[in-house]
């Protein structure tokens, strides 16, 4: 019986030490985890927070955790974080880091997902676009119409939105960008009615002159009509 207690005690003594010790490590981490903050230091924070979801897991600390890895770059990381299943429940910052994430890494099919479920919340003219382009990369065309008349029906004239394909990157209004996908679409739905797709890029232009993949894609089209038929396309009139 005596042996008992004494094994009885010492287990008791270590359990007490081990939930002081990760007490302690919570609020050393706590406070590494200020500190990095304070400092600007992603890669600081980022490794405070994983101790900390280590000691006392939490969803709200794992989405935060998967956005400072995507703010980071890091968009591998933060969908093992998070996974790639839609999930009506997710938090928003969560669906955000997701739609993000997988947008960046070339999961259009996955990624889409995230921004149905993040327009289905509160829709804007910014997702509408995201799921646009998203949509038509996948070869949905029906629901990248949707997307379409919507932007181009709810766009407001002060809202711009950024390209960066080019140095130094620009912005035009998101009219315009609509508009411009607006002719990409008639395009692709009837390659042969080129001088539809031209006059509507053209109506894009006009709202943004600046407007460089725009202008691009507009001498590509022009270079198409302009180009002499090959005698295939000849015998099939």
């Given amino acids: 019986m005596k042996k008992f207690l004494l094994v009885f005690i010492a287990g008791t003594a270590c359990f007490s030490a081990a939930a002081q010790s990760n007490t302690e490590l919570k609020t050393h981490y706590e406070a590494y985890y200020k500190q990095m903050k304070t400092q600007g230091d992603m890669r600081g924070a980022i490794n405070a927070l994983t101790h900390l979801n280590v000691l006392n897991p939490s969803q709200e600390r794992t989405d935060t955790l998967a956005y400072y890895y995507a703010n980071s770059g890091q968009n591998l990381q933060a969908v093992k974080l998070l996974g790639t299943e839609k999930d009506p429940q997710a938090s928003d910052l969560a669906v955000e880091v997701k739609a993000a994430a997988l947008k960046a890494l070339n999961q259009p099919q996955l990624a889409v997902q995230q921004y149905d479920i993040l327009f289905g919340r509160k829709p804007d003219v ?80 006009a709202i943004a002159p600046n407007f460089k993949l725009a202008q691009q894609i507009r001498e590509i089209l022009v270079k198409q009509k302009e180009a002499p038929a090959t005698p295939e396309a000849t015998d099939k009139q």
């Fill in 126 to 205: 910014y997702l509408a676009y995201d799921l646009l382009d998203l949509n038509l990369q996948i070869g949905k065309t029906a629901e990248a119409k949707t997307y379409l008349d919507y932007g181009i029906a709810n766009a407001k004239d002060d809202e711009m939105l950024p390209f960066y394909q080019s140095n130094p990157p620009y912005q035009v209004p998101i009219k315009a960008a609509f508009i411009y996908q607006k002719g990409l679409y008639e395009y692709n739905q009837d390659k042969s009615q080129l001088d539809t797709a031209i006059a509507t890029i053209d109506e894009a232009l």
